[in-house]
């Protein structure tokens, strides 16, 4: 009866084990891909305040053009 049990938990172990190593890289890919989405999604929220903060102010007129001397 014992050989039995030990055969049924050594197999459960081995099903176990291939069952979560064929699943890993599926697994791994997913939670990459999530990531990915959300630190794309807070760059995108972050990056335009901080591009206004930086951008100096443009001017609104012009002065006149720079006169260009031949040598």
């Known amino acids: ?6 055969f049924v938990m050594s197999a459960g172990m081995i099903a176990g084990s291939v ?8 697994l791994t ?3 990459i891909s999530e990531l990915k989405l ?3 999604q807070l760059i995108t929220d972050m990056v335009p305040g901080q591009i206004d903060e930086v ?5 609104t007129s012009t002065g ?4 260009f001397k031949l040598p």
């Open 1 to 6: 009866m014992m050989s039995v049990a030990s």
């Open 19 to 26: 069952l979560l190593y064929t699943r890993i890289p599926s």
């Open 29 to 31: 890919e997913l939670y």
């Open 38 to 40: 959300e630190l794309t």
């Open 55 to 59: 951008m100096p102010e443009l001017p």
């Open 64 to 67: 006149p053009a720079v006169p």
